[in-house]
């Protein structure tokens, strides 16, 4: 099992960026892969991002395309996202998962993000 924690959320203005960190411990693969989800009171869990541990291949939601980037620190067993140009309606609860093969068995316990407009 992975053990996942974020950090790095917090109260930013619209137009502000942040950066969240996934640091994880435990056994991964090549085939482990880290996504960002989100989710506000009242909606549906929101996937944000994806990349494979060995960074070679990411994914992102339409809504954060050009604005949010993700990377991974193989040094530091740490995965970014880069959230610019925020807006109020990124405000959320943002989770790090991992798993293989799409299975994201692994979640951490969230960080607050809060975008005032």
């Known amino acids: 099992q992975v053990q996942l924690v974020e950090s790095g959320g917090g109260l930013v203005q619209a137009g502000g960026s942040l950066r969240l960190s996934c640091v994880a411990s435990g056994r991964t693969s090549s085939r482990y892969t880290i996504a960002w989800f989100r989710q506000d009171p009242g909606k549906e869990r929101e996937f944000v991002a994806r990349?494979?541990?060995?960074?070679?291949?990411?994914a992102y939601a339409d809504s954060v395309k050009g604005r949010f980037s993700i990377s991974r620190d193989n040094a530091k067993n740490t995965v970014y996202l880069q959230m610019n140009s925020l807006k109020p309606e990124d405000t959320a609860v943002y989770y790090c998962?991992?798993?293989?093969?799409?299975?994201?068995?692994?979640w951490g316990q969230g960080t607050q993000v809060t975008v005032s407009s």
């Open positions: 998962a991992g798993g293989v093969f799409g299975n994201y068995n692994d």
């Open positions: 990349i494979t541990w060995s960074g070679r291949t990411t």
